[in-house]
């Protein structure tokens, strides 16, 4: 059975991700349509995560808020959006168990995702691509050192799995590669790229853990071999935002 999630996992990377960072290479409208799709598919996923009732409402309204942060460049609409679309899931879920994490997944969703458009205009499609090779590195370092060095567990109430071992070999991994990648591709200040892919390492395990502590291990089967479709960009989404309030804030140059 593990072979058959090896094999599906394997040949479903091979197709999804030449497929991925031809989207990021090629921008416009590609990577816009690219986008947009993940975010339907994570708006529609943590809708069946939080509720049993409602899930079209809610994935509705997280849809047309991520669709507003993703496609429109005004800051005070985006914001605007986000309020109604807010209020309006707050109102609906009132009798609700999960309140709260229905409440979450607008502005989450809506920020996490606009920010991967938001970082392709403020910056360029190489900004994006280093953001894509540091998950992967810390997905790849933490599979690889944890499952072989093992050892204390991360978050053993939430993800069994996860230890120490595997955050620090997803950190070196992610500084090697990512600092590897500014080098090639920019040259000067990698050492602060390596620096601070390591921080976003550890940024992309808090997002992962987010998703298992609202219940799931896999947001859903759509995938072969991975799951979900937010169980692929949990990381993504939730650093790509600090990469873009972190550039801004310091008025640094990338790529």
């Not at 005070?76 to 959006?81: A, E, L, P, Y």
């Not at 894509?132 to 499952?147: P, R, T």
Request: glycine share 10%; net charge positive.
């Amino acid at each position: 059975m593990a072979k058959n999630n090896l094999f599906y996992r394997t040949v479903t990377a091979l197709i999804l991700a030449p497929l991925v960072i031809g989207c990021i290479y090629w921008e416009f409208p590609y990577y816009n349509l690219l986008v947009l799709a993940i975010g339907g598919f994570i708006s529609w996923e943590w809708s069946n995560l939080v509720s049993k009732e409602k899930q079209a409402l809610y994935s509705t309204a997280y849809a047309i808020s991520m669709a507003t942060s993703v496609m429109l460049q005004s800051w005070f609409g985006i914001t605007m959006m986000i309020l109604f679309c807010s209020i309006l899931v707050f109102i609906k879920s009132r009798q609700e168990k999960h309140r709260w994490l229905i409440l979450l997944g607008v502005p989450y969703i809506s920020i996490g995702v606009g920010s991967l458009m938001w970082c392709m205009i403020a910056f360029s499609y190489l900004a994006v691509l280093w953001l894509l090779i540091v998950v992967w590195s810390v997905d790849i370092g933490g599979y690889v050192v944890g499952s072989t060095v093992k050892g204390p567990k991360l978050a053993k109430k939430i993800s069994p799995n996860k230890t120490w071992s595997g955050l620090i070999g997803g950190m070196i991994f992610a500084a090697f590669f990512g600092g590897l990648f500014a080098y090639i591709f920019q040259g000067d200040d990698y050492q602060y790229f390596a620096v601070f892919a390591a921080i976003l390492a550890v940024v992309e395990q808090i997002g992962d853990l987010i998703e298992r502590k609202v219940g799931a291990k896999d947001s859903s089967t759509i995938i072969p071999g991975h799951g979900g479709v937010f169980d692929r960009v949990d990381g993504l989404i939730f650093t790509a935002p600090i990469l873009l309030i972190s550039v801004l804030l310091y008025d640094m140059y990338i790529y």
